[in-house]
């Protein structure tokens, strides 16, 4: 059941989140489109779905009990093939952008560009306050509780 309760929000928050990605092989694979990135972007989904396999089931040491406990435990394969998935995915966001440029400077313009990144460091700031803010309540309330 603890898997279950681990697998199933994330494999949703996955699909969620590789919509865009699907999105775009689809579209790609329809017009018959010779992009580079469509291979990478397909290599992403395959790895990650091998590794939620790994994640999810007890393989290889359900088949070889002890033998596996140091090197070669599914979780361990698991975060090979993450780690896959992750170069897969960037390797094709990087042919995605350098192949598409004009198309991205034609729909957001730079001050676009400068907005959206100014927000990001503005949310890293706002969520280092507030996990500062959070360390110090709560240190003084360990400490009032102390005595």
Not at 27 to 47: A, K, P, R
Not at 96 to 112: I, L
Request: aromatic fraction near 14%; glycine fraction near 6%; hydrophobic fraction near 45%.
């Amino acid at each position: 059941m603890r898997k279950l309760c681990q697998v199933v929000p994330a494999g949703l928050a996955y699909i969620l989140d590789i919509s865009p990605v699907i999105h775009r092989i689809l579209n790609c694979h329809l017009d018959s489109c010779t992009d580079m990135s469509f291979w990478f972007h397909c290599l992403q989904i395959i790895f990650f779905i091998i590794g939620a396999y790994f994640f999810s089931c007890p393989v290889p040491e359900k088949y070889f009990p002890g033998c596996c406990d140091i090197v070669g435990h599914g979780h361990q394969i698991f975060h090979v093939f993450l780690g896959l998935c992750t170069l897969s995915q960037l390797e094709g966001v990087l042919l995605d952008y350098n192949n598409r440029q004009e198309h991205f400077r034609v729909r957001y313009s730079s001050g676009y560009t400068q907005m959206s990144c100014i927000s990001f460091f503005l949310l890293i700031l706002s969520s280092a306050v507030s996990a500062i803010y959070l360390q110090q309540k709560i240190k003084k309330q360990l400490a009032e509780k102390d005595f």
